[in-house]
């Protein structure tokens, strides 16, 4: 089993910055991918960023140019680096972990509220 929690959450303004971080414990040798994925209200999760191991990342064309994944493995933490924030990026972003095709893992979710 692995567990991940995430922080760094917040309420900030337009074109403001947050970082948010997805600590792992447990099973951790287990992970390949880890993903950061957001929910607006009323919408569908969506996948925001993704990261292997070996630190190929992918992002929505929503947030490319403006978010950074990373991830320190010796400390099994990932990172969303989050610039320019704009109001329709509020959303729970959650982490989850798992292999290059699935999630088996998924964090509580952490608030990230942009006001104009």
């Known amino acids: 089993q692995v567990q991940l929690v995430e922080s760094g959450g917040g309420l900030v303004q337009a074109g403001g910055s947050l970082r948010l971080s997805c600590a792992a414990s447990?099973?951790?040798?287990?992970?390949?991918?880890m993903r950061w994925y957001r929910q607006a209200p009323g919408k569908q999760r969506e996948l925001v960023a993704t990261?292997?191991?070996?630190?190929?990342?992918n992002y929505a064309d929503s947030v490319k140019a403006r978010f950074t994944i990373s991830r320190d493995n010796a400390r099994n933490t990932v990172y969303l680096e989050m610039n320019t924030l704009k109001p329709e990026d509020t959303a729970v972003y959650y982490c989850?972990?798992?292999?290059?095709?699935?999630?088996?893992?998924w964090g509580q979710g952490t608030q990230v509220t942009v006001s104009s």
């Open positions: 990261i292997t191991r070996g630190g190929s990342t």
């Open positions: 989850a972990a798992g292999s290059r095709e699935f999630n088996y893992y």
């Open positions: 447990g099973s951790v040798f287990s992970i390949d991918t």
